[in-house]
């Protein structure tokens, strides 16, 4: 997602806050509707959800930055109003049908079982297979991101 005059401003409180030199972030939303996007930054912002899912594809060929270990990234609602900052502490790169349990309730969706979590991502992923023209597999490269919850303050105490 590109960045915009809000998320700008947003980052700029953030920056101070956080006494960084850098404007090194990338603006991100969870899902692929209005509705997904503002009830999966909900999920962060109660601290249910401290992980996300992508397919390694949407990194490839440079179209998006690969997720690294101590990233920036603000996450805005559908409307694109910034929400919050997390930054990255964890990126692996899993088959879809090779995720844990482990993971699956790290991402605080759904009953936050393994088997509600691969159902739902499946669907996802077959709904952004459909979009893109790509082949949707059960053994699809996923990238697996945890993160911690930085700003705003109220949020970063929330585990």
Known sequence: MDKTAATEAFWAEFKIAAHLDHDDYVV???GDSVEMMDRLAALVETG?????TSVLRD?????????????????VDGKG???LVWRTTQVDVTPLNRVDAAFAWDEGEGDRSLA???????RYFVRQAAREGFAMRD?????????EVLWPPALADRR
């Open 116 to 122: 509600d979590w691969y159902d739902s991502h499946r």
């Open 81 to 83: 109003f910034p929400r």
């Open 59 to 75: 990194y490839e060929g440079g179209h998006e930055k690969m997720p690294a270990v101590g990233d920036h990234v603000v996450v």
């Open 48 to 52: 249910l959800k401290r992980a996300t």
């Open 28 to 30: 991100a939303a969870f």
């Open 139 to 147: 053994d699809i490269e996923c990238v697996l991101e945890r993160f």
